[in-house]
């Protein structure tokens, strides 16, 4: 009977703990990619099965035995690898990172529960207009958008829709020093575009009308719970059109009842996505309406369950224990 729970991550995750402490320790292994060198990680094929194994130094695991696979944002980058040349360590991480790649794929979905599968992750991730279109089938408002790098397409789009907002497709990464970069939702005019005309050739950016927003939602999904924060981003000059620039002195978080009717559509659109977790980001415009703009399928949420006490960690782990 499958009774074992794989966790794969990274050491750098900090909110994988919280959900460790509601699992038993005798049926969960925890893998940290980015200590690869510390796992001996194997996988075999005979006669049509494929199966894999990972030992540390004082346990094993067998894919034969694993109910569920928590697969919580796994490190890319490897700590270890001795005194290799950087040429030669960016080596081993790429036969590293395609190893696992193969070997996560192939174990799909083998009777396991993924939360979440990281092809489905990266599916919906990669695709905000996907997203969008998805969540505009299952009934839920969204902001007219586009992706392009085209100078008159961007500029028709301003010019119909007047106020617009830029975003990127990813979140934050580092600068070679470790220091994090990137952009911020910002508002747009044709004025803005027209200035740094010269840039948008070289990368594509999503412009999106702009929502007016009474409250801002992070609403984190776990199987069929439904946890919902509302953070008051109005409040503060700082978070006005991005809460991620954080200003809890002066912005609320509090638990939220979402209408049962906003609930079923994102659950519909979790299953549509194949999601068992995801972080959805929504807006309540001044005339009360919930309007949809992302889902994070390997969101953060430890902040969200510190300041409104929401049980998303045990929620985790719950599903964890149940598997498929």
Not at 21 to 34: A, G, I, M, Q
Not at 209 to 231: D, H, M, Q, W
Not at 265 to 281: E, P, Q, S
Request: include cysteine; charge should be negative; proline fraction near 4%.
């Amino acid at each position: 009977m499958r009774s074992k729970i794989l966790v794969v991550t990274s050491s750098e995750v900090s909110d994988v703990e919280s959900v460790l402490n509601f699992l038993p320790r005798e049926d969960t292994f925890v893998f940290k990619t980015d200590y690869f060198e510390n796992y001996g990680v194997t996988q075999e094929t005979s006669s049509g099965t494929d199966t894999f194994s990972i030992t540390d130094d004082s346990s094993r695991i067998e894919s034969s035995d694993i109910r569920s696979i928590w697969y919580r944002r796994p490190g890319k980058k490897q700590q270890g690898m001795g005194d290799l040349e950087l040429a030669d360590k960016q080596y081993a991480e790429q036969e590293v990172s395609r190893f696992l790649r193969a070997l996560w794929n192939s174990q799909y979905p083998h009777n396991v529960l993924w939360v979440n599968h990281p092809y489905l992750s990266w599916k919906i991730e990669c695709n905000k207009q996907l997203q969008i279109k998805e969540a505009c089938k299952a009934g839920l408002d969204v902001p007219n958008s586009i992706v392009t790098n085209d100078h008159e397409r961007a500029r028709g789009f301003l010019s119909k829709h007047g106020a617009c907002i830029l975003k990127t497709f990813g979140t934050f990464s580092k600068d070679e020093e470790g220091w994090p970069m990137g952009v911020y939702t910002t508002p747009i005019t044709l004025q803005d575009l027209e200035t740094n005309l010269g840039e948008l050739n070289l990368c594509p950016v999503i412009l999106q009308s702009y929502i007016p927003k009474r409250l801002e939602l992070r609403v984190t999904v776990v199987g069929e719970n439904v946890f919902a924060c509302a953070i008051h981003s109005q409040d503060s000059d700082r978070t006005k059109h991005d809460w991620r620039k954080y200003d809890f002195t002066n912005v609320r978080h509090e638990i939220f009842e979402l209408p049962q009717d906003v609930k079923d559509r994102l659950l519909a659109c979790m299953r549509t996505w194949g999601l068992k977790f995801g972080a959805i980001d929504m807006v309540i415009t001044p005339d009360d309406r919930y309007v949809f703009l992302e889902v994070n399928p390997a969101g953060q949420w430890g902040w969200i369950e510190d300041l409104t006490q929401l049980p998303i960690a045990e929620a985790i782990a719950t599903l964890l224990k149940n598997g498929r």
